[in-house]
């Protein structure tokens, strides 16, 4: 039977599993915007096509697969750039689908063409690949070599055209091809790689596991559990891959801001690293805290791009392909003979759970907002992640925020979703949106999300605020307000000393984010006290709206008194790594 082209790419990208777009619809896009909520997807236009980018990201971290974003033609897309840009250093496999005038338009010698302008070439340099369906029999192959660039090798965005003058055109087609019969799908690592990786991890005294970002993103987190299990070491977490997995909260511990994972690091003499790129946050795997015992240390490196094997560091066996595949083939031959116990396990899982319960005692001596002086904001950190949801997503935004976050959270998210690589702050309302609407989507169950920010990141996508509460989500956005650009106003501290203008980094203090969100129509909480944020939250989640809590924090606190910022620093050594 015959199908017209916007109906076929539905099929399409139904064949991957998604099921989810983001994006605002226009004249190129109402076909499939209502062909797409009658095949039952959830459709989502959010205010700004950045924030619809940013959806579409969450969406594919929270189920695994490629996501959706649509974008008018010129300024449309051209509003999404931020989110291609994110897209693709945060190796995430988004494809957006742009709109254009129809071709006989584009390649006419014309001067003043309304809402045009040559798109292709302003995204070349920001995706894995960039096309245009220029006849209508081109869409199965072009949308299907979009998604085959998108997930393989280093996942990525990529761009796609979608003229106005195919979007009506039929095509008579076969049902569409499931993923397999087109595109390699779980591959596997050769075997006898596999099996020398093995042996070295049986060999070892003093394993470890290092977790990057695609664990997660992949949805992996119960293969590498049965892994972690049966190597019986410590988990180390890197920036990126800030997720605990079920059943091994215990045993796992964020790189350098916990000293268990400095220690485990230190001691290793084998490290299997899965799912991240050993990049500047983890010092390469070469620097730092991996000098001591790099001499004896084995480097087994599980990665689906083989043009990444030894760029950072040398590998000892590389196990190329998708972690899916290769994580299985590693407990399959690991399972009859499982090992004792790391020597250091218990003493690493002892001293990890002292230490979390250190800084939160700690914490207790900063101020609380009794007196003259704001919320200290690790009370605000404590505070906030004691009242997490234990089944909740947890999106980070901010900057002070996310490095208080990594020292003093009482909270063990299994699901936690930030802008890592590239350190694009705003982005967290609509990660919350995406995240959570996939999330339900893909389940069906509406799990709490616990949006935990910083003023001035809230304030770039505020207006999806709006979204999240026609989408009836059960988020709270926790919200630290010091009314300045704190990580900014640290800078100025430590280059040109106390006392300077702090030209920019100051804003008003009569903004009330609890009363924006009232308007929104959200349940709107005001905090000054430091006890009180706890209670207010659980309010928040009861009343069955979007919650807005508005806590005031310490300016001075906040720019000066960031936790363990030298290691942060270190991520930036301008080639001395």
Request: glycine share 10%; with cysteine; proline share 6%.
């Amino acid at each position: 039977m015959a199908v017209p082209v916007y109906e076929r790419i539905l099929q399409l990208f139904e064949a991957e599993g998604i099921n989810t777009l983001f994006g605002i619809p226009d004249p190129n896009f109402v076909h499939m915007f209502l062909a797409a909520e009658r095949r039952g997807w959830t459709v989502v236009a959010p205010h700004h096509e950045a924030a619809a980018g940013f959806m579409a990201e969450a969406a594919s971290r929270m189920t695994g697969k490629a996501a959706v974003c649509i974008a008018t033609l010129g300024p449309g897309i051209a509003n999404a750039a931020p989110a291609i840009q994110c897209a693709l250093v945060e190796n995430s496999p988004v494809i957006f689908l742009a709109g254009q005038r129809a071709r006989i338009t584009e390649q006419r010698v014309r001067r003043g063409r309304i809402q045009f302008v040559q798109q292709t070439p302003l995204f070349q340099n920001s995706v894995k690949y960039s096309a245009s369906i220029e006849y209508a029999e081109q869409t199965d192959e072009i949308i299907r070599e979009g998604i085959r660039k998108a997930v393989s090798g280093r996942p990525g965005p990529v761009y796609i055209e979608y003229p106005s003058h195919i979007i009506t055109d039929q095509l008579d087609v076969p049902p569409a091809l499931p993923p397999e019969r087109y595109r390699l799908v779980n591959q596997g690592a050769d075997v006898d790689r596999v099996a020398e990786a093995a042996a070295l991890i049986r060999a070892a005294k003093n394993p470890i596991l290092l977790v990057g970002h695609a664990v997660h993103t992949t949805r992996s987190g119960a293969a590498l559990k049965e892994l972690a299990l049966l190597m019986n070491c410590p988990v180390i977490q890197t920036s990126g891959g800030t997720s605990y997995i079920k059943g091994l909260e215990d045993r796992t511990f964020q790189y350098v801001f916990s000293k268990a994972s400095i220690d485990a690091v230190t001691e290793s003499d084998l490290c299997l690293a899965i799912g991240t790129e050993l990049g500047e946050p983890v010092h390469f795997g070469r620097w730092r805290y991996w000098e001591k015992n790099e001499a004896i240390r084995k480097w087994i490196y599980v990665e689906q791009d083989a043009s990444a094997i030894g760029v950072n560091r040398p590998i000892d066996v590389p196990l190329v392909g998708d972690l899916r595949g290769v994580i299985p083939q590693l407990i399959t031959a690991l399972k009859d003979t499982p090992r004792a116990p790391a020597p250091g396990l218990a003493k690493f899982m002892h001293d990890g759970q002292a230490e979390l319960d250190h800084w939160g005692e700690e914490s207790l001596t900063h101020t609380d907002g009794h007196g003259d002086v704001a919320i200290h904001t690790s009370r605000f950190v404590v505070e906030a992640t004691k009242a997490f949801p234990a089944d909740g997503i947890m999106i980070r935004d901010g900057g002070a925020t996310v490095v208080f976050t990594w020292t003093y959270s009482q909270a063990k998210p299994h699901d936690v979703i930030w802008n890592q690589n590239f350190g694009h702050i705003g982005t967290g309302l609509p990660y919350a949106t995406g995240a959570m609407l996939a999330d339900r989507a893909a389940t069906g169950i509406s799990r709490p999300g616990m949006l935990l920010t910083s003023d001035s990141s809230f304030l770039f996508h505020i207006g999806e605020l709006e979204t999240a509460v026609r989408c009836k989500l059960p988020l709270v956005c926790v919200v630290g307000v010091d009314n300045q650009w704190g990580l900014e106003v640290g800078v100025y501290k430590r280059n040109i000393g106390h006392g300077t203008e702090e030209t920019g980094t100051h804003w008003s203090k009569d903004v009330r984010f609890d009363k924006i969100g009232e308007g929104f129509g959200c349940h709107g909480e005001y905090v000054t006290k430091a006890e009180d944020i706890g209670p207010a939250i659980e309010r928040a989640y009861a009343s069955g709206k979007v919650g807005v809590v508005h806590v005031v924090i310490d300016p001075k606190a906040n720019s000066e008194e960031m936790p363990k910022y030298a290691e942060f620093r270190t991520w930036y050594a301008e080639g001395q790594q």
